[in-house]
């Protein structure tokens, strides 16, 4: 790759690629829409690459196959959209029980059930409330570009063994099938060293390891939930949010992935008019960036949530501006698509409300 | 004779493979988990592959096997330690990867991910323990529980109309693409038990030789569950589980280069 490259990609496109720059050489999936580009992108460029690719019997089985080359130590991941990761829940509790790290990507698309393949935002509280069972927590990261697409694809993978935790990329059927220029970033060079302290590899003269979930002794259950609870904490060094004209703002539009980037539009919009608003976007969703949001609202602002759901998000803006103001709340349903004039007269309303 | 000639003469001809844990097992009188482990240490330890394994244990009472088997362990959610260990050999194709999973958790939940692994030919070796019962979870029927057997959840007798014949795995298996060795033993008797070592032996070399997917299907006793004293459950074995579920090799391709 030339220095300064620019690719005109897909973000599911972006994904693949920034999981190949980040150094993924295990890929396992079933294919599903919106997001084929990704394993089928995957299925020449692991092998290519010296890795493998596995097009699994199903979404239970891809996601296990990761959890088993997690455990080796390996940067693997695993892609879907909504219904699919619902199924691949199974071993990404297993997997944030056992301290197993991994990228999983999903592309939402409408639900509940078959719902569609359209864009949602359906799936925020499954990726942020950890998704399956037990009390467990996945990084979670949203992109609102195909840029950010690539970049963070890249980021979840460092951060997966950083915290020895599964990392959710969290985009949408519009994030995946829009195209955009991309500045790609050089490969990393993964070090072989990576995950050597508790990773499998045949236990050759050292003690035996065992990569597990299951803790019966007394206490033993207690004292890893704690641990991971601690781990969850430390998360918060990983926030991200972008800011978009708020300091003046009398409204905060808080909107996260391709909803927050049309929201920015509606904003661009509406200062044009001089109307005094601006945008906050989560980057990542787990963990949230509440305090920055807080700080927002001590400070006199209001707030109002939109997201292509029907209020999940909105609970956390609440949660974290509480003290000092309350959010409204527009959703756009799971089945229409959005444009930046739909979100003029919310906004306008909310802006008008009180508080 | 001297006491120091008898010392001389004494041959040491059965110790504790090193690979097995100086402890006693958590298991019932008569189960048969001890021995299929000990079939496995012993082989780890004859063909040298104790430093290179890397075992899924799986779910159920045979879950606590990496408590026994001092190799490096990953532990799999309920019937996927086949995707799992498709999972660890294509991430790290030079170690020994080994599953070691129950009827319930292969034949009923994991069913997929058995004839698939098996179907893709992935370089693992899979023991199959089949005692015809749901052990740790209280004794329920499982997909291998046999016409007219008692469990919590059939108390009047497994019943074809109602739910339908038992699973022949080792048939199953045979019957797949990616299969070269699928075999049957039952550990019942040290007649068995040689025969089921042998078996093993071939399955993990299936694996070592890189030829593709090995299965063994070992029938054991749960007599806690059957309602036994351990010398019917061996009999029961004998009598009830070989005529339904005979001994032998199903599919052997490992003399044949195997489907590689």
Not at chain 1, 20 to 44: H, V, W
Not at chain 2, 110 to 130: D, K, P, Q, T, W
Request: proline fraction near 5%.
């Amino acid at each position: 790759m030339t220095k300064n490259e620019r690719k005109f990609l897909k973000g599911n496109e972006a994904v693949a690629h920034g999981a190949l720059a980040a150094g993924c050489r295990c890929f396992f999936g079933y294919p599903i829409t919106p997001q084929n580009d990704i394993p089928e992108f995957m299925s020449k460029a692991m092998v290519d690459a010296g890795g493998e690719f596995v097009q699994a019997e199903s979404e239970v089985a891809a996601a296990n196959m990761l959890l088993g080359a997690g455990a080796c130590g390996i940067r693997a991941m695993t892609s879907s959209s909504s219904p699919g990761v619902s199924l691949k829940q199974e071993a990404i509790s297993y997997m944030a029980g056992s301290e197993i790290p991994a990228v999983i990507v999903n592309m939402n698309r409408g639900g509940p059930g078959l719902g569609d393949i359209g864009p949602s935002q359906g799936d925020y509280y499954q990726s942020t409330r950890g998704g399956g069972h037990g009390d467990y927590r996945t990084l979670v990261l949203a992109p609102g570009t195909v840029q950010e697409a690539f970049d963070l694809t890249m980021l979840a993978f460092d951060l997966a063994f950083k915290y020895r935790n599964p990392v959710l990329v969290l985009g949408d059927a519009i994030i995946g099938q829009m195209k955009e220029p991309v500045a790609m970033r050089p490969a990393v060079k993964v070090s072989k060293a990576e995950g050597r302290s508790w990773r499998l590899e045949g236990k050759g003269t050292r003690k035996p390891r065992i990569i597990k979930s299951l803790f019966l002794d007394d206490g033993a259950l207690a004292g890893q939930n704690r641990h991971l609870q601690e781990k969850y904490e430390a998360m918060r060094d990983e926030i991200m949010a972008e800011e978009f004209q708020v300091k003046d703002a009398e409204l905060v539009v808080v909107a996260y992935g391709s909803i927050g980037r049309i929201a920015k539009t509606t904003v661009r919009k509406l200062r044009a008019k001089g109307k005094k608003v601006g945008l906050f976007r989560p980057i990542t969703l787990f963990p949230f960036p509440d305090a920055a949001l807080a700080r927002l609202a001590k400070a006199g602002k209001k707030f109002l949530t939109i997201e292509h759901n029907l209020g999940q998000m909105v609970d956390d803006v609440r949660l974290a501006v509480r003290a000092h103001a309350d959010s409204g709340f527009f959703g756009v349903y799971p089945g229409d698509m959005p444009s930046p004039e739909d979100f003029e007269e919310p906004i306008l309303k909310a802006l008008r409300r009180k508080k | 004779m001297s006491a120091a000639s008898t010392k001389e003469q004494e041959v040491l001809a059965f110790e504790r493979p090193k690979v097995m844990a100086e402890r006693a097992t958590h298991y019932c009188p008569g189960c048969h988990h001890g021995v299929a482990h000990r079939l496995v240490a012993e082989l780890l330890t004859e063909m040298e592959l104790v430093e290179k394994t890397i075992c899924v244990t799986a779910i159920g009472c045979s879950v606590f096997l990496y408590n026994y088997l001092l190799v490096d362990s990953v532990e799999a959610p309920h019937g996927r330690a086949p995707a799992v260990a498709t999972g660890v050999k294509r991430a790290r194709p030079d170690n020994f990867v080994l599953t070691y999973q129950g009827d319930g958790d292969l034949a009923s939940i994991g069913l997929a991910e058995i004839m698939h692994c098996a179907n893709r030919g992935e370089r693992v070796s899979v023991v199959f323990v089949n005692n015809t019962v749901y052990g740790m979870t209280g004794g329920q029927m499982a997909p291998t529980t046999l016409i007219g057997q008692k469990t919590t959840t059939c108390p009047g007798g497994r019943c074809r109309e109602r739910e339908g014949m038992p699973i022949k795995m080792a048939e199953i298996i045979a019957g797949l693409g990616g299969t070269v060795f699928s075999a049957r033993a039952a550990l019942n008797n040290v007649k068995n038990i040689r025969q089921a070592k042998k078996f093993l032996k071939t399955a993990f070399e299936v694996q070592t030789k890189g030829l593709g997917f090995g299965f063994v299907e070992l029938l054991s006793a749960c007599p806690t569950n059957w309602k036994m004293n351990p010398v019917k459950a061996n009999q029961r074995i004998e009598t009830e589980m070989i005529p339904y579920f005979p001994l032998g090799i199903y599919k052997d391709l490992s003399n044949e280069g195997g489907v590689c």
